[in-house]
């Protein structure tokens, strides 16, 4: 009996051990900076600490559509000599938009370094609500290598200089008619 049990349990252990993708190591999104004014432009990274026999990859980018407009993506730093292909922005639910991207290589699969896979970059609306917004990576279905939701944070912060609100640029407008006026006055005899 014990015997039978013990048979069972390991083959319990070897079928969810080959449940879990041999890619399963941890990924973060970066983003430069951390914290973006309104007008800004930023990338943000997927980054794996661990490549492990990447030949081709293919996921998704989600991200909120009243905060960002996605400028545009290129491969990172682990993936240098692939090939991307990058979709459109497409409708996801609410305000919510995704971009599917698809990553390959011709040659040999990168493995045993550390880098990002996909730098993307997206510019800060300038209406952009203030505060913390999401951006979220995770591979396709049947994508070849395995990357579970991903997501990183950006805090949007108002836009600083350059941007003279009504009342004062009102008030500049009376100075300098009231200056062309006490001008204008000096001249006539």
């Given at each position: 009996?014990?015997?039978?049990?013990?048979?069972r349990a390991l083959c319990l252990c070897g079928l969810l051990?080959?449940?879990?993708?041999?890619?399963?190591?941890?990924?973060?999104?970066?983003?430069?900076?951390?914290?973006?004014?309104?007008?800004?432009?930023?990338?943000?990274?997927?980054?794996?600490?661990?490549?492990?026999?990447?030949?081709?990859?293919?996921?998704?980018?989600?991200?909120?559509?009243?905060?960002?407009?996605?400028?545009?993506?290129?491969?990172?730093?682990?993936?240098?000599?692939?090939?991307?292909?990058?979709?459109?922005?497409?409708?996801?639910?609410?305000?919510?938009?995704?971009?599917?991207?698809?990553?390959?290589?011709?040659?040999?699969?990168?493995?045993?370094?550390?880098?990002?896979?996909?730098?993307?970059?997206?510019?800060?609306?300038?209406?952009?609500?203030?505060?913390?917004?999401?951006?979220?990576?995770?591979?396709?279905?049947?994508?070849?290598?395995?990357?579970?939701?991903?997501?990183?944070?950006?805090?949007?912060?108002?836009?600083?200089?350059?941007?003279?609100?009504?009342?004062?640029s009102s008030l500049l407008v009376g100075l300098a008619l009231?200056?062309?006026?006490?001008?204008?006055q000096r001249r006539l005899p």
């Amino acid at each position: 009996m014990i015997r039978g049990a013990t048979v069972r349990a390991l083959c319990l252990c070897g079928l969810l051990s080959a449940a879990i993708s041999a890619q399963a190591v941890p990924f973060s999104v970066v983003t430069t900076p951390t914290t973006g004014e309104r007008g800004t432009v930023l990338t943000s990274a997927l980054f794996d600490s661990g490549v492990d026999h990447l030949e081709a990859v293919d996921m998704v980018l989600t991200f909120d559509s009243d905060v960002f407009s996605y400028l545009g993506s290129s491969t990172g730093s682990a993936t240098g000599g692939f090939s991307l292909l990058a979709g459109i922005p497409t409708a996801a639910g609410g305000t919510l938009l995704q971009v599917e991207m698809s990553l390959a290589t011709g040659g040999p699969p990168v493995d045993g370094i550390a880098g990002s896979l996909v730098d993307v970059r997206f510019l800060i609306k300038p209406n952009a609500p203030l505060g913390d917004a999401v951006l979220a990576f995770e591979s396709l279905l049947f994508s070849d290598y395995d990357i579970s939701r991903t997501s990183g944070r950006l805090t949007v912060t108002p836009a600083q200089g350059g941007v003279i609100s009504e009342p004062a640029s009102s008030l500049l407008v009376g100075l300098a008619l009231l200056a062309l006026a006490a001008g204008l006055q000096r001249r006539l005899p």
